[in-house]
């Protein structure tokens, strides 16, 4: 018998007594997963369509029959669907210079003009407020939330964008080039229509983060009176009218409807995407040399990238030092105490940032074990039953985080009729929130790297005796642990800065710095508002190199092995 053959029988059996051995974790895990993912969802439709325990469409009736619903819908629509049209507008063009131009400085680049999307949507808007305000230009409009949205999330389209360019063969075009067509011809015949799925893929993406964004519409809609959705869902919940979490929860079950068609749209469109993708290799060679016009076409390009990723972030630090917002930047008027009122004479910020931290600790450390698990269980074997609870744990993230946040009130501030656990109003809601809504960013970046893990080493381990902590420990575990460390580290970061979840659910005591920079820049404290962005910053990046560090030293220390 050949090799190849006694390679491909020893997987089958490998793989049919690893679904066997394992069928009791995923049916058990099933329910775990419906009951935290699915149920507080289903206990938000059920708010939506009863009154007084009896099946009503009244609380829709009364929402679509009010003309404000309507502009606030209408109003919601447009600010999401012009901050997609210009995020795709930017993606593509930076996107496109990078992959097809010869411009010099491309990683850091890419590196730079992921930023807007890294950054807490919050702290960027507070950025580009100051920076905005210099100039007399008011952002506190429906143009400023469209305009910081569309800032926001165009990283989503230029990331999906470049990747679709980089796959796209050099042979279509040279034969268009060949035929006599000109560059503008290339890209319309071949550049544009293959790079379309990429680019839909990335634009549906952003549609749906400009939709579930709170912090933007929050801090440029509520002080100027523009309610959008997301908005509206939240100043019904801690307004506690009479019928607040019906309609709150009808709403919810509105925006959620848009949510999904939107998912829907995408998953079927990345499926397309995903299929072009694998069929084409990477190519990073320039396709377009510049020329002459290089450094002119770097010039544009450099200043470009650093006025909406750097700048901003500078004009934050400038007002951070400020004596007095509104002063003059001179050395005279220079101050930090603005940062020692912070970290050294009120209790609060440090609450928070160890409150902040000590949740993300915790989320991380629950995803790191379940979500690890459940994707090794997800990527050797690939059933029907496995699809069905990726799906599940899929929901609260494809959600916007209002919804996650009105569905986990509902949904555990009394479970069952005369039982309440103690969760609601208390930190453990928030942990679970968080749990629920980031799971499926760890599952992901753990199945990734399971993906490259060939299933002969196991195999190699069973025969050889190995027990399965001994497989996990000695096998598993080396080849898997960056880019489990990479899902990690956007896991606890992204925990870390939550504002839209933390909103609803925060009670005395368990601020998150999120809801205390939320809180402060209500209040009309835009110095401290500036100063603990900055702070927030300077963790994210410590922590973020710290990890970079870390995969870096073991990487070598692997490579020293190897040789």
């Known amino acids: 018998m050949s090799t190849m053959a006694m390679k491909g029988k020893g997987e089958v059996r490998l793989r049919e007594r690893f679904i066997s051995s394992n069928q009791w974790f995923t049916l058990s895990a099933i329910l775990f997963i419906f009951i935290l993912f699915v149920w507080p969802f289903v206990r938000l439709i059920w708010m939506s369509v009863t009154a007084d325990g009896s099946f009503t469409l009244a609380h829709f009736s009364q929402i679509f029959q009010d003309a404000q619903f309507w502009k606030m819908f209408r109003r919601t629509l447009?600010?999401?669907?012009?901050?997609?049209?210009?995020?795709?507008?930017?993606?593509?063009?930076?996107?496109?210079?990078i992959a097809y131009t010869d411009v010099r400085g491309k990683k850091v680049m890419q590196l730079l003009l992921m930023m807007p999307f890294i950054v807490p949507s919050y702290i960027l808007t507070i950025g580009w407020t100051q920076f905005a305000q210099l100039f007399q230009i008011n952002l506190y409009s429906i143009g400023g939330i469209?305009?910081?949205?569309?800032?926001?999330?165009?990283?989503?389209?230029?990331?999906?964008?470049?990747?679709?360019?980089?796959?796209?063969?050099?042979?279509?075009?040279?034969?268009?080039?060949?035929?006599?067509?000109?560059?503008?011809?290339?890209?319309?015949?071949?550049?544009?229509?293959?790079?379309?799925?990429?680019?839909?893929?990335?634009?549906?993406?952003?549609?749906?983060?400009?939709?579930?964004?709170?912090?933007?519409?929050?801090?440029?809609?509520?002080?100027?009176?523009?309610?959008?959705?997301?908005?509206?869902?939240?100043?019904?919940?801690?307004?506690?009218?009479?019928?607040?979490?019906?309609?709150?929860?009808a709403l919810s079950a509105i925006l959620a409807g848009i949510a999904l068609v939107g998912y829907t749209l995408q998953n079927l469109i990345l499926k397309n995407k995903q299929?072009?993708?694998e069929t084409a290799p990477v190519v990073t060679t320039p396709r377009i040399p510049l020329g002459k016009k290089k450094i002119y076409v770097e010039l544009i390009l450099w200043s470009s990238v650093l006025l909406l990723t750097i700048v901003p972030l500078l004009v934050l630090v400038k007002t951070s030092v400020i004596k007095v917002y509104g002063l003059p930047f001179r050395f005279e008027n220079l101050t930090l105490s603005h940062y020692q009122f912070l970290l050294q004479d009120t209790d609060k910020v440090w609450n928070s940032l160890q409150t902040s931290g000590m949740f993300a600790v915790i989320t991380v450390a629950l995803t790191i074990i379940i979500g690890t698990a459940l994707a090794y269980v997800r990527s050797r074997?690939?059933?029907?039953?496995?699809?069905?609870?990726?799906?599940?744990?899929?929901?609260?993230?494809?959600?916007?985080?209002?919804?996650?946040?009105?569905?986990?009130?509902?949904?555990?501030?009394?479970?069952?009729?005369?039982?309440?656990?103690?969760?609601?109003?208390?930190?453990?809601?928030?942990?679970?929130?968080?749990?629920?809504?980031?799971?499926?960013?760890?599952?992901?970046?753990?199945?990734?790297?399971?993906a490259q893990v060939s299933i002969d080493l196991e195999e190699a381990a069973q025969v050889s005796g190995a027990s399965p902590f001994a497989?996990?420990?000695?096998?598993?575990?080396?080849?898997?642990?960056?880019?489990?460390?990479?899902?990690?580290?956007?896991?606890?970061?992204?925990?870390?800065?939550e504002l839209t979840v933390s909103s609803l659910l925060w009670s005395s005591g368990t601020e998150t710095v999120g809801v205390m920079i939320f809180n402060y820049e209500q209040a009309g404290y835009t110095t401290y508002t500036t100063a603990f962005s900055v702070i927030v910053l300077s963790l994210m990046a410590s922590v973020a190199l710290f990890v970079a560090l870390l995969l870096r030293m073991k990487n070598k220390k692997r490579g020293g092995m190897i040789r």
């Open 78 to 97: 447009w600010i999401v669907v012009w901050a997609t049209l210009g995020a795709l507008l930017l993606g593509f063009v930076y996107a496109y210079v």
């Open 275 to 277: 299929h072009i993708s």
């Open 146 to 249: 469209i305009f910081v949205l569309m800032i926001s999330h165009f990283p989503l389209v230029f990331l999906f964008t470049l990747t679709m360019l980089q796959r796209i063969p050099l042979e279509l075009e040279q034969a268009v080039r060949v035929s006599g067509g000109n560059q503008w011809t290339v890209l319309k015949q071949v550049t544009f229509p293959l790079a379309l799925p990429g680019l839909v893929g990335g634009g549906l993406l952003a549609f749906l983060t400009n939709l579930d964004n709170f912090g933007i519409p929050a801090f440029l809609g509520i002080p100027a009176h523009i309610t959008v959705l997301s908005t509206a869902i939240y100043q019904e919940v801690v307004g506690f009218g009479p019928g607040a979490f019906s309609r709150a929860a």
């Open 471 to 497: 497989k996990w420990k000695e096998i598993l575990w080396p080849l898997v642990a960056t880019g489990v460390s990479i899902g990690a580290l956007f896991v606890a970061l992204t925990t870390f800065t």
């Open 381 to 450: 074997s690939n059933t029907l039953t496995s699809r069905w609870m990726e799906g599940m744990i899929t929901i609260p993230y494809a959600l916007p985080g209002i919804v996650l946040a009105l569905s986990m009130i509902l949904a555990w501030m009394e479970p069952l009729p005369g039982w309440n656990p103690n969760i609601y109003g208390t930190g453990k809601i928030l942990i679970l929130a968080y749990f629920t809504r980031f799971l499926i960013l760890q599952v992901k970046g753990s199945a990734v790297a399971f």
